[in-house]
């Protein structure tokens, strides 16, 4: 089974930046697409980045210009830098291997994901 753990969450106020982490426990070859995806409370679980095998990365209309999604195989990690955060970031964020053709409700293996709260 595949484990995705996410870490880096915190309290931040507005404008500031946070680096989420994501360790997997399988081994990360460079063809996977990987993706972060958040859901805030009362709402649905959203994709917000993902990064494809060639490096090409995709982001959400409300991130983008904000958050840089990147990844390094050989430590089998991927991260997503937020930057000038505002209190709407606030959510779970979740990684995980990135299906393109896949609904969101079809995903499993969910790691516990990590809290982003951005207050003041």
């Known amino acids: 089974q595949v484990r995705f753990v996410e870490s880096g969450g915190g309290l931040v106020q507005p404008g500031g930046s946070l680096r989420l982490s994501c360790v997997t426990s399988?081994?990360?070859?460079?063809?996977?697409?990987l993706a972060w995806f958040r859901q805030a409370p009362g709402k649905a679980r959203e994709l917000v980045a993902n990064?494809?095998?060639?490096?090409?990365?995709t982001y959400a209309d409300a991130v983008k210009g904000r958050f840089t999604i990147s990844r390094d195989n050989a430590l089998k990690t991927h991260y997503l830098q937020m930057n000038n955060l505002t209190p709407q970031d606030t959510a779970v964020y979740y990684c995980?291997?990135?299906?393109?053709?896949?609904?969101?409700?079809?995903?499993?293996?969910w790691g516990p994901g990590t809290q982003v709260t951005v207050s003041s």
């Open positions: 995980h291997e990135f299906f393109p053709l896949t609904p969101l409700s079809d995903y499993n293996q």
């Open positions: 990064i494809e095998d060639g490096g090409t990365t």
């Open positions: 399988k081994s990360m070859s460079r063809h996977y697409w």
